[in-house]
DNA sequence: ATGAAAGCGCTAACAG
DNA sequence: CTGTTAGCGCTTTCAT
């Protein structure tokens, strides 16, 4: 490549290790020709080699992230967080998508290891026992975001649960006669991993036994059919609880072609508060599940456990429910 | 770290040069040696390192990528292409965000060279002379992406002009009486590279003089409350050609405010055609400039200059008009 | 305070 | 067909 230690050594009229000493400030030397190694590098233009660096010592400065995609709005605003937190720890990101595809997520998790990464932020596809397993074989620290996978990996998301049975009691509490909870992901429970919709579900069901109201859950990818089938085969004041913003706008959209008003001929609410809410309306009640604080919040973890401290296995941020005027 | 070729070769009673030789094809190697040698790395788990190889022969496998920010879902389908892309390479991309912040994206292109990559794809926010230089002394493949440089970079993109005529015109073709350009980019021109704007601008008074429409800029990041202004002032049916789908959204959101209906009151038009429009109603009418093709397109130029093939300094993509109901 | 030498894991020339 | 040797650029004992 370009100018070397060697370079640089051959010029100060020093040996590399005292170049070397000199830029890691390393064991002992004289002021005077440490300076003038730093200024003689500096008009060379000189650039350490980060490979030959890492090849060494083993640390690349980097960290990796396995998400869905990020055409998702949701994994685009965390990467965006995750990307600007890292910088600031000096450390680059690589990014990588595994598209819901298990095998794929497997192999992009080795290439990270190959790669060197210090360690990895996913947003996991897969599940179970065995997986957990290959992830602690990786010997990497892991931290998980939205989707947990056991209780050796820390965990860093919002009280989903919780933020459900909130959701739920306020819509409850808006006169409706019964609450839908609309919930594709939960389909795919027995392939992928939806904690994160599970634990929506569980709040679900956990306010609706609270408060007794009538209800009815949507778990299948036909939901926009299936919701509006129940529009118009009933007159009681519905509301449906979507477990994903985009899923209730999808339904929004198909109603309104039907010329039911959102907020006024049913109710609605959504989950994320994904940015785009903001162009819309009517405007969509939802939960802000603070997707940036989660996300900078797991890199601070990561680099603790990178560090070798100990982490709380479980780490929960705040959410906020945001009251639109669909419910 | 863990296996190394060193281990082969001492249980497989070869030297390393062999091992080495068995994982490349390079030069001759007796097949059963091969086989014997592949067999026992796997069983070892063995993993080639990549550090080492790298700095060996200069290969990273990486490309580097450098964008405003991720957030933005222009970027967001960007990046997701590429990414896509570049794995079938079974190339590893390095996304980066300057932010349109010039001092960081001169820092991150010079990171990206640390880390070796072996090309970059760059939408650049410094333009110039001295910003050219500055990306020749790199010595490394770079890709421009929206914004134009210089002719010495190849550039893919769409043909904004053209596109942005196409677009004038059809909605000439609806009887306004006047029609607005709403491109608050262009009040940063001065300082930053807003090369797209540039061109669509162009391009809008092309086909305004052309057909003698009465007409109007707005360039400014009030367009907001300027628009709001012309709508009330005035009563002649105006039409508005956003260069950016955002924009639009953030015009026809407070006009709504206002009473007034996109496509009946007023006529407007976005450019980009992101994702988010399908779940709008009116459905906004826009230019698709199908950023993923785009990207794609960017992967393989790159790739080509990579391995040193001549490339078009200037690969336009086709754009589709997207007729909505709001023009 | 500085230098010599060894080595991180891999590959490529050159022998044999 | 295979092994020996050297070296990518850097850091790190261990001497001096």
């Not at 060697?6 to 170049?19: H, L, M, Q």
């Not at 998301?157 to 019964?178: L, N, P, Q, T, W």
């Not at 994903?244 to 907020?263: F, H, N, P, Q, T």
């Not at 990178?306 to 479980?314: A, L, Q």
């Amino acid at each position: 490549m370009g100018v070397t230690t060697k370079d640089i050594a051959r010029i100060c009229n020093v040996s590399r290790t005292t170049v070397s000493r000199a830029f890691n400030n390393t064991g002992r030397i004289n002021e005077d020709t440490k300076q003038y190694i730093l200024k003689t590098a500096k008009e060379l233009g000189y650039r350490p080699d980060i490979l030959a660096t890492s090849l060494k010592n083993g640390r690349t400065r980097s960290i990796g992230v396995v998400v869905f995609d990020v055409k998702n709005q949701y994994f685009a605003q965390m990467l965006n967080a995750i990307e600007v937190k890292a910088r600031r720890h000096d450390y680059f990101v690589n990014i990588t998508l595994h598209q819901k595809n298990k095998d794929l997520e497997h192999e992009l998790l080795q290439k990270l290891v190959d790669y060197r990464v210090e360690g990895i932020i996913l947003s996991a596809v897969s599940k179970g026992r065995e997986f957990e397993e290959y992830l602690k074989s990786l010997n990497k620290p892991v931290v998980l975001l939205g989707n947990r996978v056991s209780s050796d990996f820390p965990f860093v998301g919002i009280d989903e649960k919780k933020a459900s049975i909130e959701a739920v009691r306020m819509i409850s509490s808006r006169g409706y006669d019964r609450i839908v909870f609309v919930c594709p992901p939960l389909s795919d429970a027995d392939k992928e991993n939806v904690y994160t919709h599970e634990k929506r579900r569980e709040g679900f069901l956990s306010a609706v036994n609270e408060t007794g109201i009538q209800n009815e859950i949507i778990g299948t990818w036909d939901y926009v059919q299936k919701v509006a089938d129940i529009l118009t085969d009933q007159s009681n004041k519905t509301a449906f609880f979507c477990s994903g913003d985009v899923y209730a706008l999808d339904i929004m959209k198909e109603l309104r072609s039907k010329e039911l008003r959102a907020g006024l001929d049913y109710g609605i609410m959504g989950f994320d508060n994904i940015q785009f809410l903001g162009y819309m309306r009517p405007h969509l009640s939802t939960i802000d599940n603070s997707v940036e604080l989660v996300a900078e919040k797991a890199v601070d973890v990561l680099f603790d456990l990178m560090k070798g401290k100990e982490v709380k296995n479980k780490i929960y941020v705040e959410y906020k429910i945001i009251n639109g005027d669909t419910i």
